[in-house]
T-cell receptor, first 114, second 111 residues
């Protein structure tokens, strides 16, 4: 297992377009998290799943954002009708949901909305 | 979730020991203290976690006083590659809940 994988690494899109990002967590991890990070700020929590169930969504996650984890393995984050303010790094992390070994983050998807 | 306060930036030189202190006055009984490191264009990386007293691993040490209202991350003999942002987080991280990041401490190591 090579850790948490995110695809694509970079995405440039025009305002108003829809974009979808994919995250493949560590296979034995049952929890998966999405974060957004803008320049100079710490990551902001968006949502997380335990297996296929979405347990919590941040108020940051507007109606234009939707996340799924259909079979409890990989997850997708879709942004509809992108706005310039959506430009950020989107990070995915996974964990076992217990224990002190921490959460493993992917390298992120850098979204630029022009 | 407990709020954390840490310096926005710190400077150091290669070979020095660096101590980054984090305040978390309203830490709860079930809360753990966890530190992450982040390099530019990468996701945060787990460094160390502790509940009380002292924890040491191959990367760092974490000192937590008895009242647990603060903690200190100690990086021995830093090198240029330790230049990164370091985040202190407090929460019930052993239960797999969300992590709440602050602004972090930007550490710059100079030759």
């Amino acid at each position: 297992d090579t850790g948490v994988s995110q695809d694509p690494r970079h995405k440039i899109t025009k305002r108003g377009q829809n974009v979808t990002f994919r995250c493949d967590p560590i296979s034995e991890h049952n929890r998966l998290y999405w974060y957004r990070q803008t320049l100079g700020q710490g990551p902001e929590f968006l949502t997380y799943f335990q297996n296929e169930a979405q347990l919590e969504k941040s108020r940051l996650l507007s109606d234009r954002f939707s996340a799924e984890r259909p079979k409890g393995s990989f997850s997708t984050l879709e942004i509809q009708r992108t706005e310039q303010g959506d430009s950020a790094m989107y990070l995915c992390a996974s964990s076992l949901g217990r224990g002190g070994e921490g959460y493993t983050f992917g390298s992120g998807t850098r979204l630029t909305v022009v | 979730l407990a709020k954390t306060t840490q310096p926005i930036s710190m400077d150091s030189y290669e070979g020095q020991e660096v101590n980054i202190t984090c305040s978390h006055n309203n830490i709860a009984t079930n809360d753990y203290i966890t530190w992450y490191q982040q390099f530019p264009s990468q996701g945060p990386r787990f460094i160390i976690q502790g509940y009380k007293t002292k924890v040491t691993n191959e990367v760092a040490s974490l000192f937590i006083p008895a009242d647990r209202k603060s903690s200190t991350l100690s990086l021995p003999r830093v090198s240029l590659s330790d230049t990164a942002v370091y985040y202190c987080l407090v929460g019930d991280h052993n239960q797999g809940g969300k992590l709440i990041f602050g602004q972090g401490t930007e550490l710059s190591v100079k030759p």
